[in-house]
């Protein structure tokens, strides 16, 4: 889902860490500002992407500076405190409202994640958050985090922080050896994971071993993994398991599609969250539905295909069959605007 500015700057900062050669001067991560949407009020607007991206690494050879990634380093610099405080309160109300568990039965938790500002991501978040709410009987144990959209800036920021504090959360209201954990991220993404970019303020790497070590840390085994960027197939091998099912919008080596900042969705968005999940058919069915459509789009637009992968474990079948079962029998209707090329 890059344009063709952020794919080449994405591919160069992997080479740049691999070499130990990174350069604050030489890296920037997104696009051109947005364009405010009509009537939308300014406090609404999504900070923009202007300032090249720090230098994330430690280690004195390349091969320590690569493995700092690992770690998913995050930097905050220059956030206002009352907008820090006020965000921290979002969250905290948020995670205060999520329902407990229910005992003797399969639950569960949804946990959408756009963490980028670039406004496409936050739309597709939210949206995301209502379909799988919706389908997998998830209303009041979805949490959204993410920015401002153009329209709207109640919710909590999507961050590696938040992020990881609202699985932590979710750990102590679910029974892990019951319940599902749902999770639905949204960003642009490097070969070294996925990018967190907040306007000029937030950046960090959420790399495939740090989400490993955060779920295993936290005992969340029985889960559903969508992973929705660049390069996101990074994330399979690391986390595939037994109780795992895991999608991704692209192999680890391929650019994903569609993430022009006033779009609605991305391709993978699209085909997969607001057409195929909103279908009465098993996950399986609906990512091999929305496999054949990307594949459409990007013949269309001749670009290089992504290769969206599945990964399903042996043991998924069991819980998610219960999951499943008591899915709404009825379709709901796409929305917003299909998702276009960069």
Known sequence: MQQARQRATLLAMTARVLTGVL????????????????????AFEPPAHESPWPDLATGQTPQERAASYHHGPEMQRGMSARDMLADRRRLDAALAGLAQHRR??????????????DPVFAREAREAGRVLSRRYNAEGRTLVLAGPDGQDDSLPQGSISSLTIALAHLAEVMDPAEDVLVLFTTSHGAQLGLAY???????????????????AELGLERRILI??????????????GDDTAIATAAAHNRSSFGCAPDND?????????????????TFTQAVRAAQVHIVGLELADNLVPSL?????????AGWLNQLEA????????PVGRPAVAD
């Open 326 to 333: 008591r899915m709404p029998t009825t379709a709901t209707e």
């Open 265 to 281: 969705w991305t391709y993978f968005g699209d085909a997969l969250v607001n057409r195929e999940l909103r279908q009465p058919q």
């Open 227 to 240: 992973i929705n960027a660049c390069y996101s197939g990074v994330f399979v091998p690391h986390l595939q």
């Open 104 to 117: 003797g039965q399969v639950d569960a938790y949804v946990l959408v994640a756009a963490l980028d500002s």
């Open 308 to 316: 969206p992968q599945l990964s399903i474990g042996q043991n998924v």
């Open 23 to 42: 350069s604050a001067a030489t890296l920037i991560l997104a696009g051109p500002a947005v364009a405010q949407s009509d009537g939308a009020p300014a």
């Open 197 to 215: 970019h907040d306007g000029d303020n937030g950046y960090g790497i959420l790399s495939p071993q740090r989400l490993r070590s955060i779920l």
